[in-house]
């Protein structure tokens, strides 16, 4: 994934405050922030993750003109490839804040994979774990929040106890 | 407010229920604003008839978001360096979810103080569908 252009928004920071459930003002009320330590609004710690909305190539939002695999007249728009009803899953999520985002910045996002591990779960048969490390730079190429994920393939969907 | 080496102590908690009763709505917000659309979170045909769930499911990410919404309010605004989870369980429509965080240490590292926390987030049941760290600055 190479994300060119994340811009730092006020009103998407206020989208993703609310649905996390932040009612902070440091999020949306600027002469608020302007008289606290920080002095201007800020993102939400795990912010960086909306920038899925700027990478051109995400394959979890639908692309216009094409099939999507989410349900219409049918329960999913696209026949599902041999993948024996897994599901991809999130299992990990780590940050390293260098500065915390804030509106006015253009971020750049670049990753690069990271281990590739299997493991036998007990409710969703095998599961394929692959990393990935994503760096988010400002508008001056200086670092300000490295990101690592691990995503989890199952053979399976996860038994419900 | 920030939180200072001074007052603080091994083994201080905080937690707060950040959701009571979660709503697909609100999974349909962090969708609309996170941009993950996967069906899993927001689509109950397709995930009941497809994807083999019993229902939605909250995105591992929301789960996080709510998280940091404790956090913060714990440690204060900007203070955050690192902040890091395993999702250990998922979260269900109708979940209600408290977070806490238990202080690890408390350090002093190049003239500045920090603290280290670890954190767990559980259901109403109790069951944990969240575990993890962080480490803020903190005031002397």
């Known amino acids: 994934m190479a994300i060119e252009t994340f811009p730092v928004e006020a009103g998407h920071i206020m989208m993703f405050a609310r649905a996390v459930g932040d009612a902070n003002k440091i999020y949306y009320d600027e002469a608020y922030a302007k008289t606290t330590e920080v002095g201007s609004i800020i993102a939400p710690p795990t912010f960086v993750q909306a920038s899925a909305q700027f990478d051109p190539d995400y394959r979890l939002r639908p692309a216009i003109g094409e099939p999507w695999f989410g349900s219409g007249k049918e329960p999913t728009g696209v026949q599902q490839s041999s993948g024996g009803g897994g599901t991809g899953l999130h299992a990990e999520q780590h940050y390293e804040y260098h500065r915390h985002p804030k509106p006015g910045d253009v971020l750049t996002a670049t990753s690069r994979p990271g281990k590739t591990w299997e493991r036998q779960g007990r409710r969703s048969g095998k599961l394929i774990f692959t990393e990935s490390i994503t760096e988010y730079r400002d508008q001056h190429g200086e670092l300000v929040v490295t990101a690592r994920g691990v995503g989890v393939r199952t053979e399976r969907p996860v038994e419900q106890s | ?140």
Request: aromatic share 8%; proline share 3%.
């Open chain 2, 1 to 140: 407010m920030a939180l200072s080496a001074k007052q603080l102590k091994v083994g201080d908690t905080h937690s707060e229920q950040v959701v009571d009763n979660l709503t697909r709505t609100q999974i349909v917000q962090y969708a609309g604003a996170s941009g993950d659309y996967n069906p899993i979170h927001t689509d109950e045909v397709y995930t009941t008839k497809v994807a083999g769930y019993p229902s939605v499911f909250a995105h591992g990410m929301l789960t996080m978001g709510l998280t940091g919404t404790m956090l913060t309010n714990y440690v204060g605004d900007g203070r955050l360096t690192k902040f890091g989870v395993r999702f250990t369980k998922q979260v269900w429509p109708g979940d209600s979810l408290t977070a806490k965080a238990t202080v690890e240490a408390i350090r002093e590292d190049g003239g500045k103080h920090f603290v280290d926390l670890q954190l767990s987030m559980v259901n109403q049941n109790g069951e944990e569908v969240l575990s993890g760290y962080a480490s803020a600055r903190i005031d002397p």
